[in-house]
């Protein structure tokens, strides 16, 4: 399983764009990379996934580079309602059933 | 996606009870996996739980603490037995949506369980 490295925390204001990256340098060919947001006192929830190149959803973007070693999650103009913790997850495509292992994540501030 | 409920939403027990969870899935699944989130921590898997056969328990999780039913692909338990105040945090079902393709996971809202 491909090892994540996030930032611990972010702070933001309203209206701002948010960019967390995320580490995986020994991501496997056939990791798609996925990102879920947790709201306190709920599970999480997904945002978006990608492969490479660049993804987006109504939601977010995702920025993949050429390597793959990094993933980018962009949140466009976040408001007070963003504020949650962030976790990015390569996960194995076509495998089925892989399990799923969470890092500590990112909690993401945002102040008005 | 799929829909996930789970029951109770949150209990208080006592020391040395033990508490049934259930999860339940609006379509039929392969794979249910439970999890715990202790307090302003990240989500431990604690075992894989597929129908028709033994749950797959990571390390540190026991069978004997952490028994799970896996009777059909819609439901699954989750019990854990002998409480003590250190099993006090948030438990969680999941299920996998397109195994194989996409491999994206589902959540319950999770159950709080605390341990007096």
């Known amino acids: 399983l491909a090892k994540t490295t996030q930032p611990i925390s972010m702070d933001s204001y309203e209206g701002q764009e948010v960019n967390i990256t995320c580490s995986h340098n020994n991501i496997a060919t056939n990791d798609y990379i996925t990102w879920y947001q947790q709201f306190p006192s709920q599970g999480p929830r997904f945002i978006i996934q990608g492969y490479k190149t660049k993804v987006t959803n109504e939601v977010a973007s995702l920025f993949i580079p050429a390597d793959r070693k990094s993933s980018t999650l962009s949140l466009p103009r976040v408001s007070l309602s963003d504020t949650a913790v962030y976790y990015c997850?390569?996960?194995?495509?076509?495998?089925?059933?892989?399990?799923?292992?969470f890092g500590a994540g990112t909690r993401l501030f945002v102040k008005a | 996606s799929a829909v996930i409920s789970q029951k109770p939403s949150r209990d208080i027990c006592q020391r040395g009870t033990s508490l049934t969870i259930q999860c339940q899935v609006d379509?039929?699944?392969?794979?249910m996996f439970w999890y715990r989130q202790q307090p302003g921590q990240s989500l431990t898997l604690i075992a894989t739980?597929?129908?028709?056969?033994?749950?797959?328990?990571e390390s540190g999780f026991v069978i004997d603490k952490f028994p799970i039913s896996r009777p059909n692909l819609t439901f699954s338990t989750l019990t854990v037995s002998n409480l003590s105040p250190e099993d006090s945090s948030i438990y969680l079902c999941?299920?996998?949506?397109?195994?194989?393709?996409?491999?994206?996971?589902?959540f319950g809202p999770g159950t709080r369980l605390t341990v007096l």
């Open positions: 379509s039929q699944v392969t794979m």
């Open positions: 999941s299920v996998e949506d397109s195994p194989g393709v996409t491999d994206t996971q589902y």
């Open positions: 739980a597929n129908q028709g056969s033994e749950a797959t328990y």
């Open positions: 997850l390569p996960r194995s495509g076509g495998t089925g059933g892989f399990k799923t292992i």
